[in-house]
């Protein structure tokens, strides 16, 4: 019974934790002591649910208690320094409202909003540029994605210890660089966004193709990205870039279960068997991508990338793809964030529109590229085109170069078979 009953408050948690510490954090102002009055009524669950028994309104019970520690918590600031009006003034406002029960659907309404408004605090909080992206992906996890110490560890393979310690000098970064609990207007709206879609974008590619390990996805990190992007969209859904990286995320994601075969070995998107795309998860993106353009916004990184995404999930077999048009997009995106891997995509576009010599001529100026030197991806690209065009002994030196710089096992498995492959042939 108790087992049933502790499943269910981690399920109820996972679902509700990133609302209640938003929601505390408003009163508090400090994301670190919000999430520890969260996790607070999380224990008084884990005490009072087993013995006796669950509440009818699980998720609200966790938000009154949590928000009662909350007020306790002011009181405390307030006896230990009267002299801090502002807290006086916000423990004032706390105690002539009372704490919602969600049983009046008005205040439902109401207090639905100010969740609202508050997740969008807490996720530009999270994402906040003063901290580094590995601290920002961390926190993210943790206060947006309700994800434990130990889950994230296992996400990224590092040790425990290392991510706690991330998240602990994130939380005291914020609060002693005084972030403010808000979110930015104007032009700092524009630029701190940049930072919350970098964020949830790092977390979705962490999971479409895993930097190191020996599996080359990790769906649940895909998973978490997904519901981040899509509890932003419904948060802010009059940002043209905020669709677009929802659209990205959803049309790549529906390429999971065609990206590896059963022993989890990666299979390339020109071989993937498209029956096996999610076709719910296309037609959402395509819907997202024209939310998103009807918007009338300028085109930027993630809705250019979704567009060119989109040609891919538009066509039911690889033959289809209208490579130009992808071509051509990559060149707008070069404009738009110009990159030297935006640049090594366009040059395998180009390749499919123009043929692999025009390709390995955009790749030869990126050999000499230094951001590159370490990235696998550059020689396997080289490879590819000179096994194309019959160059096999130099195909092979470079699919082996890539082999020994890709940093996951399962890559450095496909790069180094295809070594083998092109010199046997020779």
Known sequence: MHSAVHDTIAAVWRIESARIVAAVARRVRDVGVAEELAQDAL????????????????????????????LDHLRHRQMADARHSDIASDLEAMEAHVVPDFSDAIDQQREHAALGDDLLRLIFTACHPVLGPEARVALTLKLLGGLS?????????????????????????????KVPFEVPQGEQLALRLGSVLEVIYLIFNEGYTATSGNDWMRPALCDEALRLGRMLAGLAPQESEVLGLLALMEIQASRTAARTDRAGNPILLADQDRGRWDRLLIRRGLAALDRAQALGQPAGRYRLQAQIAACHGRAAKAEDTD???????????????????????????????????????????????????????????????????GRRDEAGVAFQRASELATNDRERALLRARAQQVTTAN
């Open 43 to 70: 224990v008084a669950a884990l005490e009072h649910w087993p013995r006796d028994g669950l509440p009818d309104k699980p998720g609200a019970w966790l938000m009154t208690t949590a928000l009662n520690r909350a």
């Open 149 to 177: 110490t130990g889950e994230i560890a296992r996400a990224y393979l590092v040790p425990e210890p290392t991510i706690a310690q991330r998240i602990v000098r994130a939380k005291r970064t914020l609060s002693e660089a």
């Open 323 to 389: 490579w130009p048009r992808i071509a051509a997009l990559y060149a707008e995106l070069m404009r738009v964030a110009p990159s030297p891997v935006v640049e090594l995509n366009r040059a395998v576009a180009v390749s499919m529109a123009e043929g692999p010599a025009a390709g390995l001529a955009i790749v030869e100026t990126l050999l000499q590229d230094k951001a590159l030197q370490r990235y696998h991806w550059l020689p396997a690209v080289q490879g590819d085109l000179l096994e194309k065009l």
